[in-house]
């Protein structure tokens, strides 16, 4: 079995968190259980059999059920495979995006996704549904790998983790302990200091974004993508009307600032931006 299947099965399964984080825990647990193998393996004895049909079929339903549909839990593109019946690859899933991560890449991006969920499992956002928190990160590092075609390790790990330190009780030295320092350098980038008013820590987003590093841009066009597409689906518990449209402003003011990192990521932000009429703000 080769990496890029790891990854696109990976890929399904870290979707279905948005409902029951037991189940993608089990589902994820299938996961790493392929991690290790060599090209021409096939499923290995040592695999409990009763398992991966249990996670085939959560996937195959999952899309069966979802096939082009996008929500502000899943955010994921029309475009998607919709088979994963006997772990058959999709077009999609061969993109070259996928085929240099090594099994190690494969073990610590999934040791940094049970990290996050573990961190913010009691946490939840404020849709109607109040769906996970962990949602929220896992698609932001979804995005970056599926629309801006992002392959860099570092990036996605600090995608999956930039919420942590500022919404949770983690701090950066743990991060660095368990991710690197390049990882907790983008993470550091990434979060606002919380001691600060509100307005000043939205002031400091605007400022701090051009000169913020190449990588911490992509992770901050990532989530500003993914919570810009949320708010046009629905209205956040406690949201007025005038507050989503302000928000909409702020974040146009922010983007302008990561220009000339990602352009498929900029162009998803201005199509939204122009859905929402939002254009050039002095």
């Not at 495979?81 to 085929?99: D, E, F, I």
């Not at 913010?120 to 929220?136: A, F, G, M, S, W």
């Not at 911490?216 to 990532?222: D, G, I, N, P, R």
């Amino acid at each position: 079995m080769t990496v890029v299947r790891v990854l696109h099965l990976s890929h399904c399964c870290m979707f279905i968190i948005c409902k029951e984080l037991t189940l993608s825990i089990a589902v994820i647990a299938a996961v790493a259980a392929f991690i290790g193998f060599s090209p021409g393996e096939g499923i290995p004895k040592a695999f409990p059999s009763v398992l991966l049909p249990s996670a085939l079929k959560i996937v195959d339903n999952y899309s069966n059920t979802r096939r082009g549909l996008t929500s502000p839990q899943f955010h994921l593109p029309v475009s998607s495979s919709s088979s994963m019946s006997g772990l058959t690859l999709s077009k999609r899933a061969q993109h070259p995006v996928v085929g240099d991560f090594s099994t190690d890449t494969l073990a610590l991006i999934l040791k940094c996704v049970n990290f996050a969920a573990v961190k913010h499992k009691n946490q939840r956002r404020l849709d109607v549904d109040e769906t996970p928190y962990i949602n929220h990160p896992i698609g932001v590092a979804y995005i970056l790998t599926s629309e801006a075609y992002v392959q860099d390790p570092d990036v996605l790990l600090a995608a999956l983790l930039h919420d942590t330190v500022e919404d949770t009780d983690t701090t950066f030295e743990e991060i660095e302990f368990h991710f690197g320092e390049t990882v907790r350098k983008i993470v550091q980038e990434v979060t606002d200091d919380k001691s600060l008013p509100k307005m000043e820590r939205k002031r400091l987003q605007i400022v701090h974004a051009a000169t913020s590093s190449f990588k911490a841009k992509l992770v901050k066009l990532a989530d500003k993508l993914y919570n810009l597409r949320d708010l046009q689906q629905a209205l956040p518990k406690g949201w007025s009307e005038e507050r989503r449209r302000e928000y909409f402003i702020w974040s146009k003011k922010v983007v302008d600032n990561l220009r000339g990192t990602n352009q498929a990521l900029e162009n998803a932000l201005d199509i939204v931006f122009k859905q929402e009429e939002i254009y050039y703000l002095e």
